[in-house]
């Protein structure tokens, strides 16, 4: 599938096939003066696993015999040793992470309509934990999956905090999925709902697979001496290499950058690295395990585990039928299925030891296991040493592999968790190896967050067109300053950048790319206004199914390397559902003369010296940044409107709120929708304005528009969008 791509423009035209103004409508209401909110407090950074060719420094959890933190130690009542040499501990800190205190659940405010609060995205100084809660769906059964997807809805309602991070990433999704870190529970919660068994060779629909007679017959040998048993174990371990390591691979890479501790927990039905038959393990996927377990312990990720089969029967059971077996027989498959469970444990706890992570397992309380990881976050010890110089002498051109422990002198008996060690390759020599322009566009389209070293502003938004069917539009304004322009003989001014944008279906798959270099050159006066005001551009990406789609996009800058990037979640309703649903929506800002003139009645469709002349180019629907005194216009579309069987129109209302730092502070009246001029019965355009007054406390809004259908049945009678944006003086 290719994108369309429109050209690169100084202006967005707002109007597109099925998002439209409604003509006529009133003046917009003044928004009342807000008073202003203190800002809150934002946790420092800091640097956690560092290894470089003057500093190794590690992080550690202790704690006492009842499981408790200790938070008291002092350096000397430590002893690190790197290789089982002691080394002189150069820094030593315990750093305590507050836990954000959590907000409480308001009454709901009867005057303030219908229709949910908005969430409020989190800027990353804000973030306060990190979490991505990794599911191995590739080999997890049926039943696992059932209590999991129960275990997940719990932790949203009662441990997220509001100043959370967080991401349920499938190790089937793949690099997709990556993408879905966010404080926005709804969105966390439709991720919990698409989790789904997986039927496919050698995962069975329960914890284990029942004995049965026609199990036993010994397996055929092919001529290389191997056995089907054999293709069977080797195609477990194939998805545990592709698959689990894959998507953990992706996970750390993209929390690489991220300040502080950042925590995975991997949710599984177990991974045997180790057998007895193979003492040393697969030694490909033992070598992308070790690659995997340093890249986490250098990125300041810990790795949790937990055995999503909780408490299990190794018994027989009730699916089991032994009635044709001899006792020796069923006695063989059950010495089998225990030696596999308890393997299978053990590459959970490997994986969680060599972080310094936790290892749950023989609990059917998986909630309560999941507190137990999300309280041992609470605090760390951060221990620093100089390292020797042999550290970092490679043997035969390979870097060695340094095992770090850490002891504690004090009386007592104290449990000490940390990182493993790490190879000897200082920090500063791995990112000088990832420093190609390439990778600096997947590092920054990996990452959870925006980089804005080239200032991006993305709106991605959902729209249904008769003739086209659904599709996702998205605008990418680029802050022309942060490009590097060259001036040619001939006067005009070129830069050139690298694009790429990429569109995520819900399942990890990928939907759409684009990968280009672009070179813009421009005349002295357009340059002028591009340096001032940056340009736009717009990708339009065919969607066939319904779902939630992840939209990212990365930019570099070719001469200066800096790099910029931006991503935005989307969900694309089935609009063959006959229930009231909308496109996304769109605002920009108009002066409140023009409006008041009845220029609103055309929201797009403008040259860009009408936009620059009349108007704040900055106000347009991608970067959404207004000026107090001028009015903010929206639009929309309403899909599926029940339409009166007497005069065949439709009965609908539109309500505007507004949020600010999540609070509810506007409350617009319930307006009747007019169709004039509208013919098709499915899809009513339409939007409103409202004044922003100039006492409005500058800082960022989000706006939530409520479309009521009075002739629909209560279930069916709402459907709301809301867009955030930015006041300023």
Known sequence: MKSVLLSLTLCLQLVSNGLAQQPGAPPPPKLPAQKPVAPTAEPADVDVVKITTNLVQIDAVVTDRKGKHVTDLRAEEVEMLEDGKPQAVTNFAYINIARPVETPKSEPNKESGPGPAVPKELRPEQVQRTIALVVDDFLMSFDSVHYMKETLKKFLDEQMQPNDLVAII????????????????????????????????????????????????????????????????????????????????????????????????????????????????????????????????????????????????????????????????????????????????????????????????????????????????????????????????????????????????????????????????????????????????????????????????????????????????????????????????????????????????????????????????????????????????????????PGAYQFRTALRDGASGRVGSASQFVEVPDVNKDRLMTSGLLIRGIPLDRYLKGLSSTIGAQSAADMTEDSDPMANTSVRQFRTGTAMVYALTIYNARTDKATGKPSLTIQARLFRNGQLVFTGNEAPFDIRDQTDPKRFGGGGAIQLGTSLTPGEYVLQIVVSDLLAKNKQRVATQWMDFEILK
Not at 256 to 268: D, I, N, Y
Not at 408 to 430: I, Q, W
Not at 472 to 491: I, K, Q
Request: hydrophobic share 35%; glycine share 8%; proline share 3%.
């Open 170 to 545: 499938k190790t089937s999704g793949g690099m997709g999925a990556l993408q879905q870190f966010t404080s926005n529970k709804q969105q966390l919660y439709t991720a919990v709902e698409k989790l789904k068994w997986i039927p496919r060779l050698g995962n069975a629909s329960s914890t284990f697979v029942p004995i049965r007679q026609e199990t036993l017959p010994v397996p055929e040998r092919h001529e290389d001496g191997t056995s089907e048993l054999d293709d069977l174990n080797q195609f477990r371990k194939d998805l545990f290499s592709v698959g689990t390591l894959g998507a953990l691979n992706y996970v750390v890479q993209g929390l690489r950058e991220f300040p502080g501790r950042k925590m995975v927990v991997l949710f599984s039905d177990g991974l045997q690295i180790f057998s007895p038959s193979e003492p040393s393990g697969s030694s490909r996927i033992l070598d992308s395990l070790r690659l995997l377990l340093d890249l986490a312990n250098r990125s300041s990720v810990v790795i949790n585990t937990m055995d999503a089969r909780g408490l299990a029967e190794l018994g027989l059971t009730a699916s089991d039928s032994t009635a044709q077996m001899t006792p020796a027989q069923v006695e063989q498959r059950l010495s089998r299925r225990r030696a596999y469970f308890f393997e299978s444990q053990q590459g959970l706890d490997y994986i969680a030891t060599q972080t310094g992570g936790l290892s749950i397992h023989n609990t059917n309380d998986l909630n309560q296991g999941l507190k137990r990881i999300m309280d041992d976050q609470s605090g760390y010890y951060l221990i620093g040493y100089r390292p020797d110089e042999s550290t970092f002498d490679g043997t035969n051109g390979r870097a060695n592999f340094h095992h770090v422990s850490l002891k504690v002198k004090r009386a007592g008996k104290y449990n000490v968790r940390t990182r493993t060690g790490f190879y000897g390759v200082s920090d500063e020599k791995l990112k000088s190896a990832n420093d190609t322009p390439q990778q600096q566009l997947i590092s920054a389209l990996l990452s959870p967050f925006s980089n804005s070293e080239v200032q991006l502003r993305l709106t991605s938004l959902f729209a249904d067109d008769a003739d086209k069917g659904s599709v996702l539009r998205s605008f990418l304004h680029v802050r022309a300053s942060d490009l590097t322009f060259t001036r040619d003989a001939n006067g005009t001014h070129k830069a050139v950048f690298e694009l790429i944008a990429v569109t995520f279906g819900e399942n990890g798959k990928l939907v759409d790319q684009v990968v280009n270099q672009h070179t813009i050159e421009l005349t002295e006066p357009m340059f002028q206004k591009v340096a001032r005001y940056g340009f736009t551009y717009n990708t339009t990406v065919p969607i066939k199914r």
